[in-house]
């Protein structure tokens, strides 16, 4: 695989690798974007089909990717965890909505990434490892109170690492990230131009003083329609448990139910928000609502980033 070019900022304790949007040699002409923009066809279609049959009342409806984890009391604190609250979310910040085996709508959050062909988002791998049909896969932008805003954008490629589909939700958890695909929506628009897109951060460090972690809540007893957000620092936490070990980006926020799986860990930048990480990783992404976890965005991160980009063939459970 040839390499491809990518952009480093030193900071005072880390490197900082930021994903350049595109380098000029790997834009395609106008004429050819104009010439690749589907008005009709499988694509065209899948959209409108994904777009028609996600409703109020079905995105309302559907449950957690993973409903049996993040549901136990929270852990006695040293010192108070920082409060989440309901809000009606970031465009760039979103759900996949599908369907399972057994026709239960599911969902996981996910996050808009700046990319060259604008179409990438990064979620958690344990949302979407299982070999499950996934029916109408999609991704909505800023989800709330059963809206999607920005419309719904079919999933086309799952890219996740090889080792996490080999050695699981436990013994993979420091791959518990995805990059994934997106086909343009109904009107042919891509999602980065649709929403935008915040950089994705290689190797940031652990320790940040003001993470903004964005969160999806959702059960089978209550029905949340809103996103949550909370302000808070992370560190790093080193596993104690030998059936998942590694190094994982920790963080104290209130409230982090089932189903906030897949959400981000935002730092400002000079050009905006930058994504350090994403809810999963240690047991799923925690045992408790009030501490949440994340895989460390390391060069693995960065390799499945650059497949996306090139369109290779991903891994397969």
């Known amino acids: 695989m040839r390499r491809r070019p990518f952009a480093i900022r030193r900071g005072p304790t880390a490197v900082l690798v930021t994903l350049l949007t595109v380098a000029a040699a790997a834009l395609p002409t106008p004429a050819a974007m104009a010439a690749s923009t589907p008005s009709a066809g499988p694509a065209a279609s899948a959209a409108v089909s994904s777009d028609a049959?996600?409703?109020p009342e079905r995105m309302r409806?559907?449950?957690p990717a993973a409903d049996a984890r993040r549901t136990a009391a929270p852990a006695a604190a040293d010192e108070p965890v920082p409060p989440s609250h309901p809000f009606d979310g970031l465009p760039q910040v979103g759900t996949f909505f599908w369907t399972d085996g057994q026709n239960q709508g599911r969902f996981c959050g996910g996050t808009v990434i700046r990319s060259p062909h604008r179409d990438l988002v990064v979620g958690a791998a344990h949302c979407l490892r299982s070999p499950d049909p996934k029916k109408r896969l999609s991704f909505v932008p800023q989800y709330h109170d059963g809206l999607k805003p920005h419309g719904v954008f079919p999933v086309e490629l799952i890219y996740i690492d090889q080792r996490y589909y080999d050695l699981g939700t436990d013994g993979g958890a420091r791959w518990d990230y995805t990059v994934v695909r997106l086909g343009p929506r109904a009107d042919g628009t891509k999602v980065q131009r649709a929403v935008g897109g915040f950089d994705l951060a290689i190797r940031p460090g652990y320790r940040h003083e003001d993470v903004r972690l964005?969160?999806?809540?959702g059960g089978s007893d209550a029905t949340h329609p809103k996103p949550l957000d909370?302000?808070?620092?992370?560190h790093r936490y080193t596993s104690t448990d030998p059936a998942a070990p590694g190094d994982f980006l920790e963080i104290a926020c209130a409230g982090y139910i089932g189903g906030t799986s897949g959400g981000?860990?935002?730092?400002?930048g000079p050009g905006?928000?930058?994504l350090i990480g994403v809810i999963g990783g240690y047991h799923?992404?925690?045992?408790t609502p009030d501490i949440s976890y994340s895989s460390y965005f390391n060069e693995d991160l960065l390799e499945l980033y650059l497949r996306a980009v090139e369109g290779d063939p991903p891994a397969a459970p």
Request: positive net charge; proline residues 7%; aromatic residues 18%.
């Open 53 to 55: 049959y996600w409703t």
């Open 61 to 63: 409806a559907a449950r």
């Open 214 to 217: 964005i969160g999806y809540p």
């Open 230 to 234: 909370c302000s808070s620092s992370t």
């Open 264 to 268: 981000p860990f935002l730092v400002r």
């Open 272 to 274: 905006g928000y930058a």
């Open 284 to 287: 799923t992404g925690g045992d």
